[in-house]
C-alpha cells in the first residue's frame, strides 16, 4: 500500500482525470507515478518532461536503470 493515496479514475476532478487519460492514450493504462503525481497537476508535465530528457540523455544503460529501479521498490517493500 503506497503511503500517498493514489489517484483513480473515479475519484479524479476533471484535471486529473485528463492526466489519467493522457497515460491510457500513451501507454494503454495509468503509470502508478501518474496516479501520485496527480495530486498535483501542475508538477506532472514538468516531472514528465525531465524524465524523459534523461532518459533520451542515454547516460545509464537501460538495464542498470531497471535494476536500479527494481533494487529501490525492493528497499521501500514495493511488490514491483
Same mark, same amino acid.
Given at each position: 500500500?503506497?503511503?500517498?493515496?493514489?489517484?483513480?479514475?473515479?475519484?479524479?476532478?476533471?484535471?486529473?482525470?485528463?492526466?489519467?487519460?493522457?497515460?491510457? !492514450?500513451?501507454?494503454?493504462?495509468?503509470?502508478?507515478?501518474?496516479? =501520485?503525481?496527480?495530486?498535483?497537476?501542475?508538477?506532472?508535465?514538468? =516531472?514528465?518532461?525531465?524524465?524523459? !530528457?534523461?532518459?533520451?540523455?542515454?547516460?545509464?544503460?537501460?538495464?542498470?536503470?531497471?535494476?536500479?529501479?527494481?533494487?529501490? !521498490?525492493?528497499?521501500?517493500?514495493?511488490?514491483?
Amino acid at each position: 500500500m503506497p503511503r500517498i493515496p493514489e489517484i483513480d479514475e473515479v475519484n479524479a476532478t476533471p484535471e486529473q482525470h485528463a492526466l489519467l487519460e493522457g497515460d491510457v !492514450a500513451n501507454y494503454s493504462s495509468v503509470l502508478n507515478t501518474t496516479r =501520485i503525481w496527480a495530486h498535483v497537476p501542475s508538477l506532472l508535465p514538468p =516531472i514528465q518532461a525531465l524524465h524523459g !530528457a534523461l532518459a533520451a540523455a542515454g547516460h545509464v544503460e537501460p538495464a542498470l536503470v531497471s535494476l536500479a529501479r527494481l533494487r529501490t !521498490a525492493q528497499i521501500n517493500g514495493c511488490p514491483f
